[in-house]
């Protein structure tokens, strides 16, 4: 059974137990796929080899007779932002290259070998996370698998990580998700990702770029993916609460997340939306004015680039030529922002969320597009910094609403097959993750064409 035709862990495991492929088989798929030309950039050290003995020894289990966790033996890759033992963790960048390796595992990465999944290796990043285009001038820059011809961006900052799935090489791929890493991907190749409220999982053992906004989580092809992968790395698994579409409410926001949208975006939504309300989901247009306060919240740059810059400066100060120019800049923003202003901005980030929480408390879930364009060109973005700009501002524009308030949101793909990958959010407030969950699984055949 080819792992180019699996599209869930749910199918991988139902193939397995009708003995149509082992583990093993699969993984040296993913590994012949991870050496051919598409995947180049996509990974920045492989693991297929010690990934071999999880799958042997998960094969085995399993023709004893033994009860396995669905991620066992299953290909999964690693965003290079967190702690593997014995790695060195770059985050993707050059001036880690003489980092220590990290002692122990990051939480998350015990916890998924716990469950035995096999580690296939660390994958490519925006330096240090900061960007949602996804490109690296050190390690160079996957290239979207779905327009290879035209060279669009994966997107960031996760970028390696949803090549990964994209092609094959993985079934889940772990990231991050500080303003829409793991949404932007997903949303740009076609997959699922998960952005759960922040506390839920642990980011010891994670390199951080903001102690406010980071969250570790995943993307793979299905929400129930997602739901598995959670449970692992959360370690405290949500219960979706399900419903029928028809009792469900989602709430459109009037205001910004609605603008700009090219025209293959527009039409993904517009269909989303008819197929919803003929289904019996209740749809309302609703007011957010909050949303038009981010711009003033964050004109200094923001909690990213204050808590970037308190994370950098040191290293900054000793190293500038060795880190991405246009990282570097953002960081730098950080520079200008005084500890009353940094004060300012966290009580007034509690209050507007507060706001926000009681804005969506009435619906199951705000909708809209995850991002309101397609893949963009890469090339164009690598020579112009205005263009890199405005388009990286655009990318993570809705996304991060979501993180300002430290809310729960899922990308699901819901484009037509003869176009590029367009997804869908759905988010809401904090700790709402099992509401979020169990209407995105109720609504997903809807979504998705």
């Given at each position: 059974?080819?792992?180019?035709?699996?599209?869930?862990?749910?199918?991988?495991?139902?193939?397995?137990?009708?003995?149509?492929?082992?583990?093993?088989?699969?993984?040296?798929?993913?590994?012949?796929?991870?050496?051919?030309?598409?995947?180049?950039?996509?990974?920045?050290?492989?693991?297929?080899?010690?990934?071999?003995?999880?799958?042997?020894?998960?094969?085995?289990?399993?023709?004893?007779?033994?009860?396995?966790?669905?991620?066992?033996?299953?290909?999964?890759?690693?965003?290079?932002?967190?702690?593997?033992?014995?790695?060195?963790?770059?985050?993707?960048?050059?001036?880690?290259?003489?980092?220590?390796?990290?002692?122990?595992?990051?939480?998350?990465?015990?916890?998924?070998?716990?469950?035995?999944?096999?580690?296939?290796?660390?994958?490519?990043?925006?330096?240090?996370?900061?960007?949602?285009?996804?490109?690296?001038?050190?390690?160079?820059?996957?290239?979207?698998?779905?327009?290879?011809?035209?060279?669009?961006?994966?997107?960031?900052?996760?970028?390696?990580?949803?090549?990964?799935?994209?092609?094959?090489?993985?079934?889940?791929?772990?990231?991050?998700?500080?303003?829409?890493?793991?949404?932007?991907?997903?949303?740009?190749?076609?997959?699922?990702?998960?952005?759960?409220?922040?506390?839920?999982?642990?980011?010891?053992?994670?390199?951080?770029?903001?102690?406010?906004?980071?969250?570790?989580?995943?993307?793979?092809?299905?929400?129930?993916?997602?739901?598995?992968?959670?449970?692992?790395?959360?370690?405290?698994?949500?219960l979706p609460e399900l419903r029928q579409p028809r009792a469900l409410r989602l709430a459109v926001?009037?205001?910004?997340?609605?603008?700009?949208?090219?025209?293959?975006?527009?039409?993904?939504?517009?269909?989303?939306?008819?197929?919803?309300?003929?289904?019996?989901?209740?749809?309302?247009?609703?007011?957010?004015?909050?949303?038009?306060?981010?711009?003033?919240?964050?004109?200094?740059?923001?909690?990213?680039?204050?808590?970037?810059?308190?994370?950098?400066?040191?290293?900054?100060?000793?190293?500038?030529?060795?880190?991405?120019?246009?990282?570097?800049?953002?960081?730098?923003?950080?520079?200008?922002?005084?500890?009353?202003?940094?004060?300012?901005?966290?009580?007034?980030?509690?209050?507007?969320?507060?706001?926000?929480?009681?804005?969506?408390?009435?619906?199951?879930?705000?909708?809209?597009?995850?991002?309101?364009?397609?893949?963009?060109?890469?090339?164009?973005l690598i020579e112009d910094d205005k263009l890199f700009a405005r388009t990286n501002a655009l990318?993570?524009?809705?996304?991060?609403?979501?993180?300002?308030?430290?809310?729960?949101?899922?990308?699901?793909?819901?484009?037509?097959?003869?176009?590029?990958?367009?997804?869908?959010?759905?988010?809401?407030?904090?700790?709402?993750?099992?509401?979020?969950?169990?209407?995105?699984?109720?609504?997903?055949?809807?979504?998705?064409?």
């Amino acid at each position: 059974m080819s792992a180019a035709m699996l599209h869930s862990i749910e199918d991988l495991n139902r193939a397995l137990r009708e003995t149509r492929c082992t583990r093993a088989a699969l993984l040296d798929e993913a590994a012949q796929r991870a050496a051919q030309p598409e995947a180049d950039a996509v990974f920045l050290q492989t693991s297929f080899d010690s990934a071999r003995a999880v799958c042997a020894a998960a094969d085995a289990a399993a023709l004893a007779g033994k009860t396995l966790h669905p991620l066992a033996g299953l290909p999964v890759s690693v965003k290079d932002l967190f702690d593997i033992a014995g790695d060195v963790t770059r985050a993707g960048a050059v001036v880690r290259d003489d980092a220590a390796p990290a002692s122990r595992d990051a939480p998350v990465i015990a916890r998924l070998r716990a469950v035995g999944a096999a580690l296939v290796g660390r994958t490519n990043m925006t330096e240090f996370a900061f960007s949602g285009v996804g490109i690296n001038p050190h390690f160079g820059t996957p290239v979207n698998p779905h327009d290879r011809a035209t060279a669009r961006i994966c997107g960031g900052s996760s970028s390696g990580a949803a090549a990964s799935v994209a092609l094959g090489t993985a079934v889940v791929a772990l990231g991050s998700d500080t303003g829409g890493s793991i949404r932007i991907p997903a949303a740009l190749c076609g997959l699922t990702g998960f952005k759960p409220t922040a506390r839920r999982v642990p980011l010891q053992g994670a390199f951080p770029l903001s102690y406010s906004l980071d969250t570790a989580c995943a993307m793979a092809r299905t929400v129930a993916d997602c739901v598995v992968v959670d449970g692992v790395i959360a370690d405290a698994p949500v219960l979706p609460e399900l419903r029928q579409p028809r009792a469900l409410r989602l709430a459109v926001p009037r205001q910004l997340m609605l603008d700009d949208m090219d025209d293959t975006v527009a039409a993904a939504f517009d269909r989303v939306m008819a197929r919803l309300q003929a289904a019996g989901v209740t749809v309302e247009s609703v007011d957010l004015p909050e949303l038009l306060e981010l711009s003033v919240l964050n004109a200094q740059g923001g909690l990213t680039a204050a808590e970037a810059y308190a994370i950098h400066r040191g290293t900054l100060s000793q190293r500038r030529a060795g880190y991405d120019p246009r990282v570097a800049a953002r960081i730098d923003r950080g520079a200008s922002i005084g500890a009353a202003d940094y004060v300012d901005l966290v009580r007034a980030r509690a209050d507007w969320g507060l706001r926000m929480q009681a804005r969506l408390a009435p619906y199951d879930a705000l909708i809209c597009p995850t991002v309101p364009v397609i893949a963009p060109e890469l090339a164009p973005l690598i020579e112009d910094d205005k263009l890199f700009a405005r388009t990286n501002a655009l990318l993570l524009r809705n996304p991060s609403v979501i993180n300002f308030f430290d809310g729960c949101s899922i990308s699901i793909p819901c484009h037509a097959p003869d176009t590029l990958p367009v997804g869908v959010m759905l988010s809401h407030g904090p700790m709402q993750d099992g509401r979020l969950l169990g209407t995105a699984l109720a609504l997903e055949s809807l979504i998705r064409h």
